[in-house]
């Protein structure tokens, strides 16, 4: 069954480095989120992604933040200056069509010293 | 901002017994997603429900879309141990041709003890 990978499943960082974080949506999906969850509490939108584009992002997705789809098959997240509050479960979800069907993956666990 | 508000946090309950679970909101939402999540692992979709008062059942969970599309309830018949987990409800709005994120409630912890 087709799934969303991401890797790595854990990073650590010291604060102020950048981070990447990649996944790879399920392969005939057109549409891209990214999430995240701070332990002990719930699953927050990020931003999403579709036609080489940002269609939506939230609040917390501010300048520090970035995604790019660099070829056919990969989904980024870049972290610039990470902070302390930046640790959190990072999720990566894609979905097709209907396009409100989004399947998640298993996560990155980011850990900022 | 759209809040979705599940209800009990927690829940524990004896295995054979029934329970239900809630997810309301003052926003009207376009579809709702139920999920399963497990420690360290990411949400895996459950059902989504689209049409106002549709019930979908899958196995011994029912699921309900409210009338006015803006409260979702699960329903365990016979519980399991293997049903142990938090239950999170998530909401969409289509706002156009893009992709829309989901807002997510903060779930139900449940366990079912033997």
């Known amino acids: 069954e087709p799934e969303v990978t991401q890797t790595p499943s854990h990073q650590v960082t010291q604060m102020g480095q950048e981070v990447i974080l990649r996944c790879v949506p399920i392969?005939?999906?057109?549409?891209f989120y990214w999430y995240r969850q701070i332990l002990g509490q719930k699953v927050e939108f990020l931003v999403s992604?579709?036609?080489?584009?940002?269609?939506?992002k939230s609040e917390i997705f501010d300048d520090q933040f970035s995604v790019e789809r660099p070829d056919g098959s990969n989904f980024t997240l870049k972290i610039r200056s990470t902070k302390l509050e930046d640790s959190a479960m990072y999720f990566c979800?894609?979905?097709?069509?209907?396009?409100?069907?989004?399947?998640f993956g298993a996560g990155t666990r980011l850990s900022v010293l | 901002t759209q809040l979705l508000e599940q209800s009990p946090q927690f829940l524990s309950i004896q295995e054979g017994e029934n329970l239900t679970v809630y997810c309301n909101s003052s926003s009207v939402f376009s579809s709702l997603q139920w999920y399963r999540q497990e420690p360290g692992e990411g949400p895996v979709l459950l059902v989504t429900?689209?049409?106002?008062?549709e019930v979908k059942k899958l196995k011994r969970l029912t699921f309900q879309f409210g009338d006015a599309r803006k409260d979702s309830s699960l329903h365990i018949t016979a519980a399991q141990t293997g049903d142990t987990g938090l239950y999170l409800c998530a909401g969409a709005t289509y706002s156009g041709g893009g992709a829309d994120g989901l807002t997510f409630g903060k779930g139900t912890h449940l366990i079912i003890q033997p």
């Open positions: 392969s005939n999906h057109l549409y």
């Open positions: 429900v689209v049409t106002g008062g």
């Open positions: 979800a894609s979905s097709g069509t209907p396009k409100n069907i989004q399947y």
């Open positions: 992604f579709y036609n080489n584009e940002i269609s939506e």
